[in-house]
């Protein structure tokens, strides 16, 4: 395959990869069932702020770019600044999504359907956008860049950038609305299935291969 046609199929995998992690994310806050930890501080901010939850995610993006700046201690760092139009793609397609994509949210089986086909289309989108080697999501990058910073498995870093999500995320509902929003069984289930699944997705690729 020529080099130009190569990087076109390259760009094109990575962009359905953010297409399918905001659908993920669309589908997550629909089932009302919870919301991920790494959306729950956006979606918490929308009941308190004139933003859309997609703008609101975009925000939520830039901050972990400056945090990565911070850690790295660099500002012009070009892997770092390649991912602030990711975070505003994000929010676009993100605010697209959840115009369009309706259903009953009252209805338990259409809810517990959206969880497991969130968590399915999340898993498939990284898959998508770490195989093409790209760009990095912001939150993303800022915990691959902490983990460098203090030397500590990526996983674990993970596993407490999400616990700190739901955390302020919480400390955020109870300040702002009184009470704790978004915390849900699918806060839980996509913690723990959404990496499982990537890590399935990527073995049945290689059995495949």
Known sequence: MEKGKK???RA??????????????ILCKKSNLGISPISSIPYVLEGTLPCTFGTLTMMFHMANIILQMIVVKKIRDIKILLQ??????????????????????T??????????????????GMVCMINMNLVQNPPDGFVRQLGQRIH???GKVKIYY?????????????????RIKGIGIAT??????????VTWIKMAALKKD
């Open 188 to 197: 839980l289930v996509s913690a723990v299935f959404v990496g499982k699944t």
């Open 7 to 9: 990087e076109s199929v």
């Open 107 to 124: 209805i338990l089986v259409y809810q517990v359907a959206a969880l497991v086909f969130s968590i399915i289309f999340t898993a498939l």
């Open 152 to 154: 500590v498995e990526l």
């Open 84 to 105: 602030v139009p990711v975070a505003f793609l994000f929010g676009q397609i993100i605010d697209f999504l959840q115009r369009v994509v309706v259903f009953d949210e």
């Open 162 to 178: 999400d616990i700190s999500c739901v955390v302020i995320s919480a400390a955020l509902g109870f300040l702002c609305l009184h």
């Open 12 to 25: 094109a995998v990575y962009l359905s990869g953010i297409v399918m992690v905001s659908l993920g994310i």
